[in-house]
């Protein structure tokens, strides 16, 4: 099979329903709100995708804004959340002004972006004094849940080392560094379980043969590849879904 190149743009109209769908969307939702502070009024979703997460953080008193770079994505947010609230933009440059937001809410973004410093500093210049962030940290470590399908990625595991360039500009550490630089302090850290409905042998190995499981899974060695194949055919229960990963959130606070 001759796999398709990766785009979020095509990926838009699958990727809720490959991803969880409002079951996963409902817990981020959930986990997200027990971070944001009461008199949220103005709220950016960066990242927000085909605001499947933003459209539950709408509230009577509460504006909720899809930030995304994919067309694809933003087609789908704005008819979830209508009116103008699907903006393209980067995360690195937001187009809200100085001290506008009351909130910033940013779910699986961090760790695609090559450097987050400029997006924290970006954050903290378009939350007012006391506004607040709250975003998904250390999403890599989060998806090793120990299972046998773990096991058979073994060492190329991202979340185990480097070898396949793993992700850590999402690191807590690394977040709270950065938003140290530009007045942001730590105001708490929730999770929740993303009830991805579970990944079986089966689904990963179509995953990785299609060239849809992350980004890391391109930059194996074909050696690797076919290596990390054969264990994942291995397996006993080839359907059989294992666990779902709890993903991590961080609340970080601007200095008033």
């Not at 809720?16 to 971070?35: F, N, P, T, V």
């Not at 770079?69 to 995360?91: C, D, F, I, K």
């Not at 579970?198 to 590849?225: C, H, K, M, N």
């Amino acid at each position: 099979m001759t796999a398709t190149k990766f785009s979020w743009d095509t990926e838009a109209t699958r990727y809720d329903e490959s991803r969880g769908g409002e079951a996963r969307a409902e817990a981020a939702a959930e986990g997200l709100e027990r971070l944001l502070p009461a008199g949220v009024r103005l709220l950016a979703d960066v990242g927000g995708g085909t605001g499947i997460i933003s459209r539950r953080l709408r509230r009577e008193d509460r504006d909720v804004v899809v930030v995304d770079l994919t067309a694809g994505m933003l087609a789908l947010a704005a008819q979830r959340l209508p009116g103008g609230r699907a903006v393209r933009a980067t995360a690195e440059r937001l187009p809200f002004p100085d001290a506008s937001l009351d909130a910033i809410t940013c779910v699986w973004l961090l760790h695609l972006v090559p450097d987050t410093r400029p997006v924290v500093t970006e954050f903290a210049r378009v939350l007012r004094p006391g506004g607040v962030l709250v975003c998904t940290v250390d999403k890599d470590a989060c998806h090793d849940v120990g299972s046998d399908i773990d096991d058979a990625i073994g060492d190329l595991h991202p979340r185990r080392g480097n070898a396949a360039g793993a992700a850590e500009q999402d690191a807590t550490e690394r977040i709270v560094d950065h938003g140290a630089a530009v007045g942001l302090e730590p105001a708490g850290e929730s999770s929740f379980t993303a009830h991805l409905r579970g990944t079986s042998p089966a689904s990963l190995a179509e995953l990785i043969r299609t060239d849809r499981y992350q980004f890391w899974a391109r930059r194996l060695a074909p050696v690797d590849r076919d290596g990390i194949l054969s264990r994942l055919a291995a397996l006993p229960d080839q359907d059989r879904k294992r666990p779902d990963p709890d993903f991590r959130l961080l609340a970080l606070r601007k200095k008033a």
